[in-house]
């Protein structure tokens, strides 16, 4: 069993490795590039968010703030301070912790629709002060940031994209095998279950919190590096309700899930734009009719139907 | 001064009095079914904009209004029977992805078919504001408040004392025993959801001649119904009802005597006060949690 699990998380990341390395023979523009590069960032996050929702079973509708955090803090060190940008990137991702850290107690507390509303509230007044500190934000127009002088071509984005990605899914899936990921699914599966066997569960679901809030200021500021624009959508409540969506449509508790539900829903929009006036509506449908029909999301159904085929 | 204080009060209630009813449809719903139905305020926005669009095809306001309604309670009965009847025993949080899909989609249709511009409805008793102590109220505000009022009573008759009532609370309190008793669980969250899509229909039309309705109108809306729903204690009908109260009139003060920009997160910080201190809501039972 364990040399099982062992085997399927080495085997997984060498096919990540695989689709990174041979992806950009089929990539003949910059606008591909783009969509593949948008997808590496969106995963990430979502790697982050599925250690919460789909291990700690806690449920975050603002996840797009802390995102934003991440990019703002980035931007405003750099462009208003002159600061380094790695180092902004840094004491933004710090700042985002220890905002992470410090709200996680009492809104870890909540459950279920409780936790929903305090997270939406928190990712809402978090974008609305974005919105409306527009002397050092920019306000709705967003601001402009200086890129990574380093990072001279979209192709050297691509590799960094892609090997973030891969080191994020190894860290997500060491995470989740380890004490520290067997505490927090003891949490998901009863939370006074684990209490009672001598789980610490407010500490492992703080720290799951902060872990995933990381994740997203880390990304938010490579993020706005590389696009050299920010706007307050980044932090907004649709922002944040895309990435919970992406990851319970690839599957949660599953790292490998959340990164094909980033793929497909980050790429799904492009792939409706000849719709036009449509696109919103068949995006809808499409949604709906996964989650019905695929209630688990997509990778956990369809490895069900496999091992029941293997029967 | 309390001219000033009064006028903030006018247009808190009457914002209050429409996160009450739309706050009373995520009641109604969650009681039912435990869902949170994230296109509360979609229904909202149908109920402005059918308005508008039944007025256009030249009918008088009353029938309009009607058929807007109507409009809006056949797609609470589509969302229940299409979306959420076929994905029962789904997790909580795929329900949640499933009504912000049917969301995504009702926002979507009403842009293909209305467009994406601002649109007017004309106030049921015209616009000459009526003066009390110094401060102005909109004869709309009026017909916001006092069909909020009878709405809520005749919801309490509906609970209390018919046949249908008592088997949607019987329902919520145990879904199981319900059943057992020979109640038609299937038909119960029927009428829930086409109950709820009415209420936000009427409070859509009632706010629309205020504020002006389009294709996203209902967003901050639905939000804000929500934030009562739980202030009060989720399930809690009455509770939604003083949620959505204190909701309108902290936002009212907050933009008068604070800074105006600020007036939407009003809703958003007293919510998480008042979660961090009463985790269930000012009037939610503190249950406690079987294993």
New interface residues.
């Given amino acids: 069993m364990m040399m099982n699990l062992k085997s399927a998380k080495t085997g997984g990341i060498l096919v990540l490795c695989a689709v990174i390395a041979i992806l950009p023979a089929f990539l003949s523009n910059a606008f591909q590039y783009e969509i593949a590069i948008l997808i590496g960032f969106n995963a990430i996050v979502c790697i982050g968010l599925n250690l919460l929702?789909g291990y700690g079973g806690q449920?975050s509708l603002g996840h797009g703030a802390f995102v934003g955090l991440g990019a703002y803090g980035s931007a405003i060190l750099t462009m208003n301070q002159g600061w380094d940008p790695l180092l902004s990137m840094v004491i933004a991702a710090i700042f985002t912790g220890i905002l992470a850290f410090v709200i996680a107690r009492?809104i870890l507390?909540?459950?279920?629709?409780?936790l929903?509303?305090?997270t939406?509230?928190?990712g809402?007044?978090i974008s609305?002060?974005i919105n409306?500190e527009d002397q050092l934000t920019g306000g709705p127009d967003g601001m402009y940031v200086d890129g990574l002088s380093f990072m001279a071509t979209q192709i050297y984005w691509y590799w960094l994209v892609g090997a973030l990605l891969v080191f994020s899914v190894w860290a997500s899936l060491n995470l989740i095998h380890s004490p520290i990921g067997r505490a927090l699914r003891a949490v998901h599966g009863?939370?006074?279950?684990a209490e009672v066997v001598g789980v610490d569960t407010t500490q492992y679901k703080v720290l799951i919190f902060v872990v995933s809030a990381v994740f997203a200021s880390i990304v938010g500021s490579f993020g706005v590096y590389y696009s050299n624009f920010v706007t307050p959508d980044i932090a907004g409540?649709f922002h944040s309700?895309e990435l919970?969506?992406m990851v319970?449509?690839g599957g949660?508790a599953s790292t490998f899930g959340a990164v094909i539900g980033a793929a497909i829903l980050t790429t799904l929009p492009q792939f409706l734009t000849f719709l036009h006036?449509?696109?919103?509506?068949?995006?809808?449908?499409i949604?709906?009719l996964t989650?019905?029909f695929l209630?688990?999301g997509l990778v956990p159904s369809i490895a069900g139907l496999l091992k029941k085929g293997d029967k | 001064m309390f001219a000033e204080f009064l006028q903030f009060l006018f247009s808190g209630i009457t914002l209050g009095a429409t996160y009450a009813l739309v706050g009373l449809g995520f009641s109604i719903i969650y009681n039912a079914s435990h869902v949170i139905n994230f296109a509360q305020g979609e229904f909202v926005m149908l109920g402005g904009m059918g308005t508008v669009f039944f007025l256009g095809l030249g009918l008088p306001m009353p029938i309009a209004i009607l058929a807007a309604i109507a409009l809006t309670t056949l797609f609470g009965f589509g969302l229940e029977k299409l979306a959420i009847a076929p994905a029962r025993g789904a997790s909580v949080v795929t329900l949640i992805i499933i009504t912000i899909g049917a969301s995504i989609v009702m926002r979507g249709l009403a842009q293909v078919f209305w467009g994406k511009e601002f649109h007017a409805v004309p106030a049921f008793s015209g616009d000459e504001p009526i003066n009390i102590a110094g401060a102005t109220i909109l004869p709309q505000s009026l017909w916001v408040l006092g069909v909020t009022v009878l709405l809520v009573f005749a919801l309490r008759y509906f609970f209390d004392k018919t046949m249908m009532g008592k088997a949607i609370i019987a329902t919520s309190l145990n879904r199981d025993a319900a059943l057992l008793m020979g109640i038609n669980v299937k038909l119960v969250l029927f009428i829930s959801f086409g109950l709820s899509a009415a209420l936000g229909a009427i409070a859509g039309i009632l706010v629309a001649p205020i504020t002006l309705t389009n294709f996203e109108a209902g967003i901050m809306l639905g939000l804000k119904g929500f934030c009562a729903a739980i202030l009060g204690g989720l399930g809690n009908g009455m509770g939604a009802v003083a949620g959505g109260m204190i909701v309108g009139i902290a936002e009212a003060m907050g933009a008068g005597y604070w800074v105006s920009e600020y007036k939407d997160a009003v809703a958003f910080i007293l919510i998480l006060l008042v979660l961090f201190f009463k985790p269930s809501g000012l009037f939610g039972k503190t249950g406690t949690e079987r294993v």
Avoid: N, Q, R, W
């Fill in positions: 929702i449920i009492p507390k909540l459950k279920g629709h409780y929903a509303m305090a939406l509230g928190m809402i007044i609305i002060v409306t009863s939370e006074v279950a409540f309700i919970v969506v319970v449509f949660m006036d449509y696109e919103h509506l068949v995006f809808g449908l949604l709906m989650m019905i209630p688990k």
